[in-house]
């Protein structure tokens, strides 16, 4: 993809921009309303493209599987251009060939977000194919099951969850936010955490001290980044999943599912395309008045638990 190319769809982030519904009602135009905000905070005028999210260019990590596959089919479906980061280079391919078949020109870059080298490397080479970045969606995540007593002196499974699933979105963001205050285009971060990052009711049969400090530290820091990058209409918003079905609950046992599911209220678990709906709200014209939110998705999970 040619930067030329995806420098044709900046500019007013929906096709059609002002020319909606409402503007042939003689309602104000989103754009007109609030000048001074960008593309990312514009109030919605009309909703006749609800969802839509053209245009766009998405780095979502962790989007070889799971739900960060969800997430970069959402965006894809909705007609924004996705850069797939992953560890796994063989499922990350596989996943770009699957997202070409929906249209639209995808990107594998093979990135570990715990390594900071590697994400400046991937997010440069996003940015240079895409010639922007609107979005990214921090997803990329892992889970460590077991007593902190049992872990050996060194705690490696501790500084392994950490340094994913805390460092990695730290890195991240700090990359590609430092892209977004340089175009001034300003941007949208997506915060991938946990109910486990606001309860942890589940410690006692499922001990993961790590990955729910880690989780409960990114509710936390969304709300502090939304803060500090207003000032570049840059948002920041938090998606807390419950029990989704993904290769990380193929880690648990029958029993744990059995268990997981009788705690939600909606008696199933989550799927991962469910989240990306979510994820493409939150980026598209009717989710623009979302900031510094840390919201569940969980079938009502949090509510009994
Ligand atoms: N599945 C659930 O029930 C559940 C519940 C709550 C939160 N989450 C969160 O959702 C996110 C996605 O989890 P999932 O369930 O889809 O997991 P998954 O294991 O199915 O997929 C995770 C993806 O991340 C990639 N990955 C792992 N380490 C990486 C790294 N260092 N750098 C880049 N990519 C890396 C993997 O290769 C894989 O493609 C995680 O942050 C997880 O904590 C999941």
């Not at 969800?70 to 280079?89: K, P, Q, S, Y």
């Amino acid at each position: 993809m040619s930067a030329g190319q995806t420098a044709a769809v900046s500019g007013d982030p929906r096709p059609g921009g002002a020319a909606g519904g409402g503007a042939a009602l003689g309602w104000p135009a989103a754009a007109s309303t609030h000048p001074g905000r960008g593309p990312m905070t514009a109030p919605v005028g009309d909703l006749s493209r609800v969802m839509d999210v053209s245009g766009r260019c998405v780095i979502v990590t962790g989007a070889a599987a799971g739900i960060g596959f969800g997430i970069a089919r959402a965006f894809a479906e909705r007609g924004a251009t996705v850069a797939v980061l992953d560890i796994d280079m063989e499922a990350g391919r596989a996943a770009v060939a699957k997202l070409g078949l929906l249209g639209g020109q995808h990107l594998f870059v093979a990135c570990d977000v715990s390594d900071r080298g590697m994400v400046r490397r991937a997010v440069d080479t996003v940015h240079a194919a895409f010639g922007r970045i609107d979005v990214l969606v921090n997803n990329a995540g892992i889970n460590a099951v077991k007593p902190f007593l049992d872990m050996d002196e060194s705690l490696p499974e501790w500084h392994r969850v950490i340094d994913v699933d805390l460092h990695g979105p730290v890195n991240m963001t700090h990359a590609v936010d430092s892209k977004m205050r340089a175009d001034r285009q300003g941007g949208l971060i997506i915060n991938i955490s946990s109910v486990g990052g606001a309860r942890c009711s589940g410690s006692k049969d499922m001990p993961a001290a790590g990955y729910v400090a880690a989780k409960a530290a990114i509710n936390h820091l969304t709300v502090s980044w939304a803060i500090e990058f207003a000032d570049y209409d840059i948002r920041v918003n938090c998606i807390m999943p419950g029990p989704t079905h993904s290769r990380l609950d193929e880690q648990l046992t029958p029993e744990m599912k059995a268990r997981n599911e009788r705690m939600i209220l909606a008696r199933r678990y989550g799927e991962p395309l469910e989240i990306g709906a979510l994820c493409v709200f939150m980026a598209s014209a009717e989710g623009a008045h979302l900031n510094g939110v840390v919201i569940p998705h969980d079938g009502g999970y949090l509510c009994v638990n």
